[in-house]
């Protein structure tokens, strides 16, 4: 294939909404990359729907909806159910499991046999459903990204459980591990988001190193950017984090508010995200004494999130574990002074020499305070990780590299699937 071709690519994504996690971000930003190089994109993606730009072409592969807001977990009318698939994906979530991964799988499978010889390669943003190896098997050229490995979800959810009911129920809401690592195995290609994942795909999901690429995501530069005119709020600190779940590490940053406020009365944080009204933040909140200086604004626009980072006098990302973290650098882009932990991927992205943010150890809410209080107390300091971080995005982290990457890899496996098919020609 000649290097400059441009190529027809089905990209799919199970959960394609920004709001719902790195991979919605993911989705929209490398899809809006790829065609402004020419190329063509159509995204498959269910439930919560896609935010999507001009130019990049759309397939919804709806499913239940189990999950969805007000009603989480609902009992779908029997009308709703139209195939075994539906059947399949209502009965794994009564039993406390979670279906979206393989049942978008098998969807994706049967919207992509009715489009043959549409696309010249199929991209999988992190679903890893046993579905992918019968799309495999009716001869699509296949590729995946695994951000992070679950695994270290799990481990984390499981270490911070409240009991031992909910580790079970945990144990079993993770129960497509198994599958999302045997499928992983299977693929000639794999790309991740940092050094840091590669390895921790590789000792967890047993991948060989050879099969996997490392090529970092990037940030939207032009829109996430500085906003001199806009006037810092005293003593405001931000986070974002797309769940209330425990590698976020919202809790520990909760107790290092309320450690900072015996000192700084002033300070306030904001999460961009949604709590969870009976968890261990919504508990420490209300025993710490901090209800009237946290506020929680979930699904906000992209406007609004430059806005939320300009008013903000540090940004803080308290996560245990991180396979890159869009958060960081979307603060690094907006110029905000940064606070981040060494947790998983945070020291390869933010930086190690103190030059671009703050790193402390994951978990400690009192060095947390100290890093957040460091620069609260130095403008000059804050002026200069500003700066250093902005410079850093702009070399390194940006969605036009990512795309001009990612469609090497699209090439490389077009390749590598014309050259099997050979070998497997007959004589």
């Not at 730009?53 to 009992?75: C, K, N, Q, T």
């Not at 390669?121 to 992190?126: A, I, L, P, Y």
């Not at 390194?396 to 490389?412: D, G, L, N, P, V």
């Amino acid at each position: 294939m000649v290097a400059n071709t441009p190529l027809r690519i089905a990209l799919l994504v199970y959960r394609g909404n920004p709001h719902s996690g790195g991979q919605g971000v993911y989705t929209r930003y490398l899809s809006r990359e790829l065609v402004s190089l020419g190329h063509q994109v159509t995204v498959f993606a269910g439930q919560p729907w896609p935010v999507l730009d001009d130019g990049v072409g759309y397939v919804a592969v709806p499913s239940l909806d189990l999950y969805r807001e007000p009603d989480p977990f609902r009992i779908p009318k029997p009308w709703e159910f139209k195939s075994h698939v539906d059947v399949a994906e209502f009965a794994l979530m009564c039993t406390a499991g979670f279906p979206e991964p393989r049942t978008f799988s098998w969807r994706a499978r049967r919207e992509l046999a009715a489009r043959a010889g549409q696309f010249d390669v199929v991209h999988d943003n992190q679903t890893f459903g046993s579905g992918l190896l019968g799309i495999m098997a009716d001869g699509w050229p296949l590729l995946g990204t695994c951000h992070h490995p679950i695994t270290v979800d799990r481990s984390l959810d499981l270490e911070h459980a409240e009991n031992w009911r909910r580790q079970i129920t945990l144990r079993r809401w993770y129960g497509f591990l198994g599958m999302q690592k045997r499928v992983a195995r299977k693929l000639p290609r794999i790309l991740t988001v940092s050094s840091s994942s590669k390895r921790d795909i590789v000792d967890q999901y047993r991948i060989r190193p050879e099969q996997l690429a490392v090529v970092p995501i990037g940030v939207d530069d032009s829109h996430f950017r500085p906003r001199p005119e806009v006037p810092r709020v005293p003593g405001r600190i931000m986070t974002t984090a797309s769940a209330d779940v425990p590698f976020k590490g919202l809790l520990p940053l909760v107790e290092s508010l309320a450690k900072l406020r015996t000192e700084r009365p002033e300070a306030h944080l904001v999460v961009v995200g949604r709590l969870r009204a009976e968890s261990p933040v919504a508990a420490a909140i209300e025993r710490l004494g901090v209800s009237d200086a946290v506020t929680f604004e979930p699904g906000v626009s992209d406007d609004r999130m430059v806005d939320l980072y300009a008013e903000a006098n540090v940004a803080v990302v308290p996560s245990l574990y991180e396979g890159f973290s869009l958060p960081a650098v979307e603060a690094m882009a907006c110029g905000v002074p940064l606070v981040t932990t060494t947790g998983g991927a945070l020291p390869e992205v933010v930086g190690e020499d103190g030059v671009t943010g703050l790193l402390v150890p994951p978990g400690d809410a009192g060095a947390l305070a100290m890093a957040i209080d460091r620069i609260l107390g130095d403008p000059a300091l804050g002026a200069r990780l500003s700066e250093a971080a902005r410079r850093r995005i702009l070399e390194r982290f940006t969605w036009r590299a990512c795309a001009s990457a990612t469609a090497e890899h699209y090439r490389w496996t077009i390749e590598d699937h014309q050259a099997r098919a050979a070998e497997q020609a007959p004589a």
